[in-house]
């Protein structure tokens, strides 16, 4: 224990910390321009100095440390004269134009003034001349007004590791600038936005129209993108949202936000918004009451289960909506329909591959807190690019290669470039081969570990591929052999897999062999969403097989508990995934479909086989707040709240509890909970559920995985994993692994070119094909292709194809004119086509 006196208080800190952080702990206020929460001090304003006994000269109080019996004084009268000469320097060259100042009443420079007085001004020097630069769709730059803090700087380089901008010039012709001189060309985080005390790097998004004293409200909430779910603040005016900032308090984030979190909210006010509900009559969706919307749905549910039986409705739940909104749809499809027939695009990576994983490795495999990755010697990276799919976990790896781990890729994530050690890109599809490749070396090198003779049997079964193999997967073998060195010294590694692991074929095999690697190297394994609620839909029981807290759908004590609770019966028989919702959709025995939140026209495999499904589905209910391509074609559509306009709780890729708070008041659409349970209770569910307080003290009786959590316990941020129930499910499993003993080698190349999906940074889905913020950087898809079939195909004959050139794609499954972009990361073989506009999609 260190103990000091600052200004006559005892002051006692367990570990050595400056004597900033000593005074700002006990409540004493110490003056800073250019320090910053989460940045390396820097002790460049001066702002700070204090006086320490014994020593003849003031210090900064943000780089000196405390040491016991220290003495320190923070405001005597000539600390408050020496600050106020330090403004002195600083008003010398800065302009007298806070009217106008978009960061008028929030400027950390203004405040100081006030607090210290304004100066005499003894110094004569001209102003700094710098007109302002508008290159940047969301960012504004004054550097009439930069005070050379570096803030924006240290954090684009130290944190976010973007390496955008730079101070350059000398003296007072200093000035901080993207390194292209132009726009910034970088990730648009925003986070400089939030560093930048004065009101020297400005949003567009509001300019002029945004003041601190307009705020009407600032609600906490978690940000609607990506599973990372960060914390953020609403500061809502008249119902809408004025401006989204990271909560600076978040253990999560720690006050950082992407490009989508920061400036893609606004989509909840476009006017693309559903507004009523729609009936469809005479082949046209018309517009009717909610009323009469209502008592229609029932009435079709209670017709066809009478007429079909349950086993012939189906729902898709929604990664997008909340804990509750989905518990809500599968209590409705199991005790109201009686039917497990219930999946969500969770399907296609999520949920099958942690359900493998922990069969493999144990329950909880893949719950694991994102500050583990900084805090790695080392980090795996396969099957995605964090820095566009979850940012904050992107820059959770570019932390930990600063800090001296080793990254290793396999495939080529373009946001890891300049923090990769290692980078392996097999040639397409060859994936299975590397890894089995690792998984032998490893083996090699560190033998098994004899704790699972499960999992070491199948290692031994490998087929493991030759240094031929490998040179036709298009990788080296002495490549293999460093990769290998380098996990194999990682003494806490960390294993981040993504979405496109799951492309291609013997799926099983190359997810087997992943968590063969994180069983041979103790490692950590995080999965990427691209979603807020993948973890929530499973837990939530939006799967064939599972109910709420994973317990299996063969009851047993779980459904006396169920029954008491909430009554009803639950079928035993395991029903459809969504692969299988499609195939009787198209065969005919599926009679009714129960859509919540999700586009499967353009989020499911194949576009054609949905198309026809739905359409050979006689009734189709979509729950949305926009008319998609699925709510185009259904029977009834119902306008659901956004995210910003409900309450709930998301579960993030930690398996980390947080609460969604309603911020816009105004909304068209109901919270999707709340009309399930209106249909609910038209077909005879007697609870009335007055809030989701309510539903969610039902789901902790009902799962034993929620047991006991309270709306008191979430709102803390906290709730991690596994809480106070049970497991979800327990003991060690056997699991399946296609081709165990053979290793086809991949030749799919030859004369033919292969469409493979991007997961872009700037987009999601596509709900930010609303956000007009987002367009305004990102407006158009493109497609990415090598140099060498650039020079392969011409633009009217006569030249290679260049960047912007308009191309058409062509497929089995159609055709689409984009813009065409060339990049040497790319594959020969592969064209690269965003996954998130309309004409966009390659099916």
Partial sequence: ?????????????????????????????????????????????????????????????????????????????????????????????????????????????????????????????????????FNDPFIVRNMERCILCSRCVRMCEDVQGAYAIAITGRGSKSFVEPFSGGRYNCEYCGNCLTVCPVGAITSRAHRHSYRPWYVEAEIQTVCGFCGVGCNMVLQMRGGSIMRTMPDLKSALNRGLLCVRGRFGYDYVDSDERLNTPLIRKNGQLMPVTWDEAISYVAQRFKDIKKDHGGKAIAAIASPRCTNEDNYMLQKFMRFILGTNNIDSTARFYYSPMQAYLEGMLGVGVTA???????????????????????????????????????????????????????????????????????????????????????????IKALKLPSAKDLETAG?????????????????????????????????????????AIAYLLNGRIFLMSDRPNYQGVVDMGCVPDMLPGGRPVELGAIERKIKDTIGGAIPEERGLNAFEII???????????????????????????????????????????????????????LPSAAWSEKDGTYTNLERRIQRVRKGKTVSAGK???????????????????MDVRALWAEITQVSPLHFGLTYEELSAGQTIWPYNGKSLRTGEADFDVEGIDDLPIPDHCQGQLHLLLERHLYHSGTITTRSKAILGIYPEPYVLISHKQAQLYTKSGSRPLSDGDKVTVYTTEGEVETIVKIDKGVPDCVVLMSNTFKTGRGR
Wanted: glycine residues 8%; proline residues 4%.
């Fill in 1 to 133: 224990m260190i103990k000091l006196t600052i200004n006559d208080i005892e002051v006692s800190v367990e570990t050595p910390v400056t004597i900033l952080e000593a005074a700002r702990g006990v409540g004493i206020k110490i003056p800073t321009l250019c320090h910053f929460k989460g940045l390396e001090p820097y002790g460049g304003c001066r702002m700070c100095l204090v006086e320490i006994e014994r020593l003849n000269r003031f210090q900064t109080s943000c780089t000196v440390h405390v040491t016991d019996g220290m003495v320190v004084r923070t405001e005597t009268e000539a600390i408050r004269a020496t600050r106020r000469a330090m403004l002195e320097f600083l008003l010398i060259n800065h302009p007298l134009d806070c009217a106008v100042c978009d960061k008028a009443g929030e400027c950390v420079l203004q405040e100081l003034v006030v607090q210290y007085g304004a100066a005499q001004g003894r110094f004569a020097e001209g102003k700094r001349t710098h007109p302002e630069n």
């Fill in 368 to 458: 694991n807190l994102l500050h583990g990755i900084e805090r790695s010697n080392g980090v795996l990276v396969i099957g995605g690019d964090p820095t566009a799919v979850n940012p904050i976990m992107g820059v959770q790896v570019r932390l930990a290669w600063r800090h001296g781990a080793k990254v290793v890729v396999v495939g080529s994530p373009g946001g890891l470039k300049m923090f990769i050690d290692y980078e392996v890109v097999p040639a397409l599809y060859a994936e299975e081969v590397v890894l089995c490749a690792i998984v032998g070396k490893i083996a090699k090198r560190k033998g098994l570990r004899g704790e699972s003779y499960i999992i070491e049997d199948k």
């Fill in 475 to 515: 990788v080296s073998e002495d490549i293999i052999e460093r990769v290998a060195d380098d996990l194999c010294a990682m003494k806490t590694p960390v294993i981040i897999v993504g979405q496109d692991i799951c492309q291609g074929e013997r799926v099983s095999k190359k997810v087997f062999l992943v968590g």
């Fill in 583 to 637: 195939q009787h959709g198209q065969s005919g025995t599926l009679k009714a479909l129960y859509i919540m939140g999700e586009n499967p026209v353009l989020n499911f495999p194949d576009r054609k086989k949905t198309q026809e499904a739905i359409k050979n589905i006689d009734f189709v209910v979509v729950q949305d707040i926009f008319m998609t391509e699925t709510a185009s074609m259904a029977d009834v559509v």
């Fill in 671 to 689: 919270p999707d909970w709340r009309i399930i349970a209106d249909v609910a209770r038209a077909l005879g569910m007697k609870e009335n559920y």
